[in-house]
Nanobody, 121 residues
Framework: QVQLVESGGGLVQAGGSLRLSCAAS????????MGWYRQAPGKQRELVAA???????NYADSVKGRFTISRDNAKNTVYLQMNSLKPEDTAVYYC???????????????WGQGTQVTVSS
């Protein structure tokens, strides 16, 4: 079994900051390429930030310059530092990506419960 658990969300004012964490656990050896996604009410889920196993990053235009994705391989955890938050950032944030299981297999699409981020004006 593989589990991804997101945490760190909350209610913040516009212009504030928040750091999200995504901890992978279960029958995994390591995390590989990972991404942060978000889904606002009534909207499709979108990728906002991604990081490769080597640490290369990419961002959606809407968050570029404000969000930073990072990883701690020793903890099998990825982070999303969110600065200069805007009301339009309000969404449930999820992580997903590729994990390497203890059997050496690459597996995809393990979604957690997500963590709610609400940004007030």
């Amino acid at each position: 079994q593989v589990q991804l658990v997101e945490s760190g969300g909350g209610l913040v004012q516009a212009g504030g900051s928040l750091r999200l964490s995504c901890a992978a656990s279960g029958s995994i050896f390591s995390i590989n390429a990972m991404g942060w996604y978000r889904q606002a009410p009534g909207k499709q889920r979108e990728l906002v930030a991604a990081i490769t196993s080597g640490g290369s990053t990419n961002y959606a235009d809407s968050v570029k310059g404000r969000f930073t994705i990072s990883r701690d391989n020793a903890k099998n955890t990825v982070y999303l530092q969110m600065n200069s938050l805007k009301p339009e950032d309000t969404a449930v944030y999820y992580c997903n990506g590729v994990v390497v299981t203890t059997l050496g297999a690459y597996e995809y699409d393990y979604w957690g419960q997500g963590t709610q981020v609400t940004v007030s004006s």
